[in-house]
């Protein structure tokens, strides 16, 4: 059983950054497809970010591709994802999520991930 715990939410002005960190524990963390997805008002969950803990790769959808970064801290168990350039737009809950496996396929399904964190807030105004 994984957990996933966020931290780093918080509220910040248009053309700021912010870091979320994902700390994980209760599993072998290398072999886990990780990724970020967030939620606004209304139904799904969009993902952000997800990253092969085992290769490293990464992939992000290009609403925020050249704006955030995705990455990770084997010796810590944390996933990290800075988002810089942040637009109101950009304004959800972000969660933490992982699933077994290498990440392949369709990889921004929120559906194909198995664990998933609390949550946290990033509220960006203008």
């Known amino acids: 059983q994984v957990q996933l715990v966020e931290s780093g939410g918080g509220s910040v002005q248009a053309g700021g950054s912010l870091r979320l960190s994902c700390a994980a524990s209760g599993a072998t963390y290398r072999s886990y497809c990780m990724g970020w997805f967030r939620q606004a008002a209304g139904p799904g969950r969009e993902a952000v970010s997800v990253?092969?803990?085992?290769?490293?790769?990464?992939r992000l959808p290009d609403s925020v591709q050249g704006r955030f970064i995705i990455s990770q801290d084997n010796a810590k168990n944390t996933l990290y994802l800075q988002m810089n350039s942040l637009k109101p737009e950009d304004t959800a809950m972000y969660y933490c999520a992982a699933r077994g496996g290498f990440c392949a396929g369709a990889v921004f399904m929120s559906d194909d991930y198995n664990y998933w964190g609390q949550g946290t807030q990033v509220t960006v105004s203008s």
């Open positions: 990253i092969d803990t085992r290769s490293g790769g990464t």
